[in-house]
């Protein structure tokens, strides 16, 4: 009650990481569409420094019940935002219940290999994300302070482990392709790669677009809930091929706004991505290569190097990738969080 | 709008245009506003829009290649910005990945072209990889027009950067070679783009339109300096033909054909030529061979006319006859074939007939298996089968050596009447047009042969309408003139004497529809075979006996003439010439064959010219002719001008006879002949002079009209001085200053008219004539 009536000792609070000059740092999503930029970290990695407590005013004293840190793994539903889920929860305590009477405090801390075995994630009905949270205890009020980290997973990648994909489909006597795709597992910053042969075409075939989809499934067995979004539409064919023709595919993934594909992420959501081949004939009708869209892992595994170059091209690279359409840009359409 | 069968009219397709146009220069000048600030990616963006009109589905080939080419400009701006930033090294390589993220594929691929040449301009890339990887991925547009244009738009902005060396000297540049596999590839894509699709005759018109852009790669693949035989006959031609030969579709095979043709050198054609020619037997059954033949038969035969490459003939008389047998061409297209294969044989092998000689002889067989026959001359059959024979015509130009084609004939047999003489004038044409004479009996047998239809009234008989055709009259003038050119080799008048008497025979078998067209055309080549008898007087035995025959040959020419009947005035011209030229040469009949003439010709008047002018006319020039000789006697002299004298004054006007008195009065006078003792003397005969003139001047006295009157006394004044002043005795000066008081009585009645005036002026100028002379008594 102090403080409310200005008599009470406020602090600011802040925390600094012990490597905050050299760690990389990464963009998010936020939920109004804007991107943030934090700390960057991957699994086992240890989160290390100084929180400081810069009393507000001086000369007096702050007294309080016991200052704390917390390591925070949280995933929140939308829709469901009270029942936050924590998957990690560590804590360290900086000082025991008593009161702070120099103007400036330190504390160090250290949460040595923590497991972060999730992404950062802000989708449109559920996020995942990690924070720092300094509480200092008081009678009436805490004074918290939270800081977000994003964690990066990262998947051994191996080249043999890749296969690529060949799959032919059709309509009876209507249509018939074989599509190729040079693997089935790409990393984000990938090159998606292939060919569609035509084997028989009888129908007037207006053009042919590659859709990526992100299917974003949160909840379990019957109460799931799905939710795709289209974030890239590229046009791969103009016209009506002929039989035996062959048309090739390649696809940038750098400049789309993709995450690894999430399965079953503390079974609370999962992130899957959808490579889909459509045709359009010259009454609009879509044809989805269904088949073909059998859940492509898409930017699953990454390998480390590639993980690190994300960082860097984001940096450089932010929204506006290349001359793109845009049809990446529209972020996560989510519920809006308070 | 989505479809390509929403093809607008033109008025539509130029507003359309007009808004595409618009959106491109709103969109261009964007782009160089932020080129201008080195914002790239911006600029790009705004690139991009721009070549979003390019996708448009609603223009048709003529309107979306205005598109095309202004777009296409605005890029020019945005690659040589770019090529320069390069030279700076600013143009960063990652343009190249972030063009390709453009979501339509049309403007991707102009973006990534455009980028790509910036790049390999820069020499910032490995060229023959970016080549394939744009020739590949310009697969992705399969839309023909679009794809068409955007494949067009790779090959020229490349041109300039294609590998042309023949060996590799950097690595990442690539040789000859790799052009040559670029062009291929792009040649065979554009060649599928272009084939054909189901709504065939709406594309038809537009594939006629789009095939430029096609046979743009094979110019573009001739210009490698680097191409070399052997290379292309290894790779660039069984590519291409394999290319050509796997479409299946006429238009594509029978174009792409010809380009090859043209584009490529002669010695390259010359080289690959049995390659080009199986090749040929295997195109689609539409396609038009006779084209494609002829086209490439033209292109090597110079060359293969300094190589005197033998082969050549059988290999393309092979080809031909294969093509023929195993399709079922138009009759036209095949004699055509033959047209090519025979200017072949001519340029070739010119000297040796045996060449040319099969192919009119297959030819001949083929249609006459085929039962042609009476092709007239605007049938298409005709019309080709006049080229083919023209062909050999034009080639050997006299008709000695075309009789040597045993064909010829027989093939000229298969067109109807007015056909065949339209080709035998033609022969004639070109001889008289390079003065190839026909110098001896078998040269002109062949003509005889080859000539019929002209010739021959009973082979060929004539139809009103032809006689009074303008064809009909041209071919016998023609004949009529290439009578002159017969002539005896060697200047020999005994053998030219029996060459025209030849053609004499064939001439007299024309009829009397040819006759009045050659027979005057023989008789001056006669006349000058007897002026070269003239000249040969001392060489040649028999003279007298021989020019006799030859004016006896003359005037049974001109009685052939005279008979057939028609006008009269042309065989008593006739006979008049003949007089005279045989009075030009003195032999042993000369004077009774001059007489003869002469009286021949005076009978016609006599008889036959009714009309009085003509008469008159012909009076005066009979005349004079009889004036001008000089070889008659004196009875035959005189018996001619009383005769003209008696004639002269039956005429039937008035003022005629005294003309024609008047001018005859002369004959008694001065016209010169030959006494017994072959001495020349003038008649002199002053008293029938005088007798003529008393005559006319009485004649003249009965004429009624005033003004003749005075006319005709002037005229006969005028004869009347110019006797007495040449010493005739029998006009006296009396009789002069009689007429002079008679004129002038008469022409005081007249009423002052100009006409009077006229008579004044004539008076006055005879009258300033005689003074001098007569003076005194005139004034009186």
């Not at chain 2, 680097?226 to 660039?236: A, E, H, I, P, Q």
């Not at chain 2, 009949?589 to 001059?594: A, E, F, R």
Request: charged share 30%; with cysteine.
């Amino acid at each position: 009650m102090a403080s409310l009536f200005g008599f009470g000792q406020s602090a600011e609070v802040v925390i600094k990481l012990d490597d905050h000059d050299t760690r990389p740092t990464a963009k998010i999503r936020n939920d109004d569409g804007t991107l943030e930029t934090h700390y960057l970290f991957l699994d086992g990695e240890t989160v290390s420094g100084t929180v400081d407590v810069n009393l507000k005013k001086a000369g007096v004293k702050l007294e309080h019940q016991g200052i704390r840190i917390e390591f925070i793994g949280q995933i929140e539903v939308y829709y469901d935002r009270g029942n936050q889920h924590d998957f990690i929860s560590l804590t360290k305590d900086l000082a025991r219940p008593g009161e702070l009477i120099d103007q400036r405090n330190s504390f160090q801390f250290e949460f040595a290999n923590p497991e972060k075995p999730f992404e950062s994630y802000m989708g449109t009905n559920v996020k995942l994300r990690y924070l720092l949270k300094v509480t200092i205890v008081r009678r009436l009020t805490d004074i918290v302070k939270e800081m977000e980290l994003i964690v990066h997973t990262l998947s051994s990648y191996r080249e043999e482990m890749n296969q690529n994909i060949k799959m032919e489909v059709g309509i009876e006597d209507c249509l018939h392709i074989e599509f190729e795709y040079n693997k089935n597992k790409y990393h984000l910053r990938d090159v998606i790669v292939g060919k569609i042969y035509f084997l028989l075409v009888r129908i007037k075939i207006k053009y042919m677009e590659l859709t990526i989809i992100k299917r974003e499934t949160v909840g379990g067995g019957a109460n799931s809930f799905n939710e795709n979004e289209t974030i890239a539409r590229y046009e791969i064919m103009d016209g009506a091929p002929v039989r035996g023709e062959s048309i090739p595919i390649r696809l940038f993934l750098g400049g789309y706004d993709l995450t690894p594909t999430m399965r079953d992420v503390s079974k609370k959501f999962s992130v899957k991505y959808l490579l889909n081949l459509v045709l359009i004939d010259e009454e609009d009708r879509r044809y989805f290569k269904q088949q073909a869209t059998t859940p492509m892992a898409l930017p699953e595994p990454a390998s480390p190097e590639l993980e690190r170059s994300v960082d860097e091209d984001d940096r450089g690279r932010g929204g506006e990738n290349g001359v793109g359409d845009g049809s990446s840009s529209n972020g996560p359409k989510a519920v809006e969080a308070q | 709008m989505t479809t390509d069968n929403n093809l607008l009219g033109s008025g539509d397709q130029e507003a359309q245009l007009e808004e595409a146009l618009k959106v491109v220069r709103r969109e261009a000048f964007e782009m160089k506003r932020w080129l201008d600030r080195e914002r790239l990616i911006d600029a790009l963006k705004h690139a991009q829009t721009m070549l979003g009109e390019l996708k448009t589905n609603t223009l048709s080939p003529k309107f979306y290649y205005r598109l095309y080419i202004d777009s296409t400009n605005e890029l020019q701006h945005l690659e040589s910005f770019l090529t320069d930033l390069a030279q700076r090294g600013n143009c960063p390589l990652e343009l190249y990945e972030n063009v390709q993220y453009a979501q339509s594929i049309v403007p991707r691929l102009y973006l990534m072209i455009t980028i790509g040449v910036v790049h390999m301009k820069a020499g910032m890339v490995n060229k023959t990889e970016i080549l394939h990887d744009l020739v590949e991925m310009c697969r992705g547009v399969q839309h023909p027009l679009r794809g068409l244009f955007l494949r067009n738009y790779l090959v020229s902005t490349t041109r300039n950067l294609l590998p042309d060396d023949a060996q590799i000297k950097k690595m990442e540049d690539g040789s000859v070679t790799d052009a040559i596999h670029f062009f291929l590839t792009n040649f065979g894509e554009m060649n599928k783009l272009w084939g054909p699709s189901k709504e065939k005759e709406k594309r038809e018109r537009e594939r006629m339109e789009l095939r430029i852009l096609v046979g743009t790669n094979m110019v573009r693949l001739s210009q490698l300096e680097n191409l070399k035989v052997d290379t292309y006959l290894t790779r660039v031609l069984p590519g291409v033909l394999e290319q050509v030969v796997s479409c299946h579709d006429p238009i594509s095979q029978e174009y792409l054909m010809e380009c090859v043709i043209q584009v490529f050198p002669d010695e390259f054609h010359l080289a690959s030529l049995r390659e080009f020619l199986s090749a040929c037997k295997e195109l689609h059954e539409e396609v038009n061979m006779k084209n494609v033949l002829s086209c490439v038969m033209e292109r090597v035969q110079t060359l293969a006319a300094a190589h005197k490459e033998t082969q050549l003939f059988s290999l393309f008389a092979e080809t031909a006859h294969s093509l023929i047998s195993t399709r079922n061409m138009p009759t036209e297209d095949i004699i055509s074939l033959h047209i090519s294969l025979s200017t072949l044989a001519f340029k070739c092998y010119l000297e040796q007939v045996e060449y040319a000689s099969t192919v009119y002889d297959s030819l001949l067989r083929i249609l006459n298996e085929k039962g042609i026959a009476e092709q007239s001359s605007i049938s298409p059959i005709g019309r080709e089968l006049i080229k083919v024979l023209d062909n050999a015509t034009q080639a050997y130009g006299h008709v000695g050596k075309i009789v040597q084609l045993k064909s010829f004939e027989p093939l000229m047999n298969l067109l109807d009447v007015r056909a065949r003489c339209r080709v035998s004038a033609s022969i004639l044409e070109c001889m008289i047009e390079r003065e190839l004479f026909i110098q001896n009996e078998e040269e002109l047998n062949g003509l005889e042969v080859i000539m019929a239809p002209l010739i021959d009234d009973d082979s060929v008989k004539l139809t009103k309408d032809d006689i009074e055709g303008e064809d009909f009259q041209d071919e016998q003038n023609t004949l009529g003139k290439a009578i002159h050119l017969v002539r005896f080799d060697g200047d020999d008048p005994d053998g030219q004497f029996l060459l025209l008497s030849l053609v004499r025979k064939l001439v007299g078998r024309g009829g009397i529809h040819r006759i009045p067209f050659t027979l005057p055309s023989l008789l001056f080549a006669l006349f000058k075979l007897a002026t070269l008898y003239k000249e040969k007087k001392c060489d040649v035995e028999n003279w007298d006996m021989k020019m006799r025959k030859v004016m006896i040959l003359a005037m049974n020419c001109i009685k052939k003439l005279h008979e057939i009947g028609g006008k009269s005035d042309i065989p008593l011209r006739l006979y008049i010439e003949a007089a005279l030229v045989t009075d030009t040469i003195p032999f042993e009949d000369s004077p009774s064959i001059v007489y003869e003439f002469l009286s021949k010709s005076l009978s016609i008047v006599e008889e036959e010219l009714s009309d009085s002018r003509s008469r008159l006319s012909s009076l005066f020039t009979l005349t004079c002719a009889i004036e001008k000789t000089r070889s008659l006697s004196h009875d035959d002299v005189l018996k001619l001008a009383n005769h003209i004298a008696l004639i002269s004054s039956n005429l039937f006007k008035k003022a005629d006879q005294v003309r024609a008195l008047c001018s005859c009065a002369s004959l008694f006078w001065s016209t010169r002949y030959r006494d017994e003792d072959g001495e020349e003397k003038e008649m002199r005969d002053g008293e029938k002079v005088h007798s003529v003139l008393t005559r006319a001047l009485k004649m003249g006295a009965q004429c009624m009209e005033p003004i003749v009157q005075v006319e005709l006394l002037i005229d006969i004044l005028t004869v009347m001085y110019s006797f007495y002043s040449d010493g005739c005795n029998q006009i006296t000066e009396d009789s002069i200053v009689e007429v002079v008081g008679r004129v002038r009585d008469s022409k005081a009645q007249l009423e002052k008219s100009v006409e009077s005036e006229r008579m004044d002026g004539l008076l006055n100028r005879s009258l300033e004539v005689m003074e001098g002379n007569i003076v005194s008594r005139m004034r009186m």
